[in-house]
């Protein structure tokens, strides 16, 4: 049975991550966990995570972070929101932070303008830069949630973009990664649909 | 193209079950919140909000359980106020499923206390609520109140606005309490200038009867979002309806 470690480092929006993941799984077992031995047996890795980076960053313990950087080498891997900032070169969020830098591109603030707010909080299009297996089955412009203040704008592993008066990177993959920073698990049908696509996808 | 203008169910919870009334009288049961939160859901709300009316300990756990049962079900975002005081309550209510937490009576007795819950768990989770009244006859300045308006505090509206903003609130849920009830359409007026002087999204409450009051809340209020309780909960008018009704006055929704 493939196994899926939602990594449980006490920052994540864990509930509706694992809860959409169930709702979506087939054979699959859902684990939430941060014990390293658990992570170490898993298929699949999904990253989370909610609130301040540095929060999460110092309460992403050394173990758990040798054992996930391990795996995310070669297993497949979603990280969500701040999981997906953590997985760049670092952020300017609390007074600048570096990140794990296994992703290009750096987290700067949203940059202001007049007709935005900041929170970025709400649904938002997401215009796919190339194609990706997550993608299946997911129209281009499809409306998903968003909820953050911080931003990657410019990166090499970039796969969608959204417009939020800048045009922020709202997705990214590299080889077995991939990142959003939108949350599938609160963007309803279609947001269930990319968690499918990640169980479905063999890298 | 920016951010859909959104849409969002208010459930108000009463020992688990949702409840509707004018001015916290009349109290009429509406049903089951996650009967109700699914329903809306089904429907196309982009978001839900649960306010635990009574908010005592003795019902709290009732709510954890009906959050939980909420967000394994639900899977759009869940705001969940009503009596949350202490980080821990934070805590709880996002371990249970809720994605952000609406801060009331706390955060006026004590700023200090949107500091830390943003510094905490980010200013994304972090909405206060603001129950504004008039305090004039012409309606064109408002005071901070609480315990449902029967408290007046004398704070000015706009400057709490920006205190709350300032200490890391990511959100405003703007409530008039003199239209609360009423029908007879939001304040736009009040809306209008706490939407214009601070730069975090508005959510507009208080007041909705018709769809057009929903279309008027972001057109003439410049609200980012609308909410609504008792037009949805006894079906007088579906989300689906009230989307219709904001895409043909030419906003932009989810669809």
């Not at chain 1, 040798?66 to 969500?80: C, G, M, N, Q, Y």
Request: hydrophobic residues 40%; charged residues 25%.
């Amino acid at each position: 049975m493939t196994k899926i470690a939602v990594i449980d480092y006490g920052m994540g929006n864990l509930h509706s991550v694992s809860k959409a993941l169930e709702e979506v799984a087939t054979t699959e077992e859902i684990i939430v966990t941060s014990d390293p031995e658990t992570i170490k047996r898993a298929d699949k890795i999904v990253l989370p995570g909610v609130g301040a980076i540095k929060d999460c960053l110092e309460a992403f313990s050394d173990d758990l972070r040798s054992v996930t950087l391990e795996l995310i080498r070669d297993k497949p891997t979603l990280a969500i929101c701040v999981g997906m900032q953590m997985l760049l070169e670092s952020s300017e969020e609390n007074g600048g932070v570096k990140c794990l830098n296994v992703l290009d591109g750096r987290i700067v603030k949203i940059p202001a303008s007049k007709d935005i707010k900041i929170p970025h909080m709400g649904w938002n299009k997401i215009n796919f830069l190339s194609d990706h297996f997550l993608w299946s089955n997911i129209p281009n412009n499809s409306f998903f949630y968003f909820v953050h203040s911080y931003c990657c704008l410019s990166s090499c592993d970039a796969i969608s973009e959204t417009t939020h008066g800048a045009n922020l990177i709202s997705a990214l993959g590299k080889d077995n990664i991939f990142a959003v920073q939108f949350h599938p698990e609160k963007s309803q049908n279609l947001g269930l649909q990319l968690y499918k696509n990640f169980l479905d996808w063999s890298v | 193209m920016t951010v859909a203008k959104r849409i969002i169910p208010c459930l108000d919870v009463d020992k688990g079950r949702v409840v509707k009334g004018v001015n916290f009288v009349n109290i009429q049961d509406a049903g089951d919140p996650v009967e109700i939160a699914k329903r809306y859901d089904d429907q196309g709300a982009d978001e839900l909000t649960m306010l635990d009316i009574t908010a005592s300990n003795e019902t709290r756990e009732t709510t954890y359980k009906t959050v939980e049962s909420i967000a394994g079900q639900v899977f759009i975002p869940l705001t969940v106020g009503g009596g949350v005081r202490t980080t821990k309550d934070i805590k709880r209510l996002l371990r249970s499923g809720a994605d952000k937490v609406s801060i009331n009576t706390a955060a006026v007795n004590n700023p200090d206390f949107i500091k830390e819950a943003a510094d905490k768990f980010g200013s994304q989770c972090i909405v206060v609520a603001v129950d504004a009244k008039a305090t004039d006859e012409t309606f064109s300045s408002w005071e901070v109140v609480t315990y449902g308006g029967r408290e007046r505090t004398g704070i000015n509206v706009i400057e709490w606005v920006n205190t709350v903003k300032e200490y890391g609130a990511g959100e405003i849920l703007l409530t008039s309490m003199d239209r609360d009830g009423t029908k007879e359409g939001f304040d736009n007026k009040l809306t209008k200038s706490v939407s214009s002087s601070v730069s975090i999204p508005i959510i507009a409450s208080g007041g909705v009867g018709t769809l057009q009051h929903l279309v008027d809340g972001i057109k003439k209020g410049g609200a980012e979002a609308v909410l609504a309780a008792s037009i949805f909960h006894f079906s007088e008018f579906t989300v689906q309806e009230a989307k219709q009704a904001m895409l043909e006055s030419g906003l932009e929704v989810r669809n």
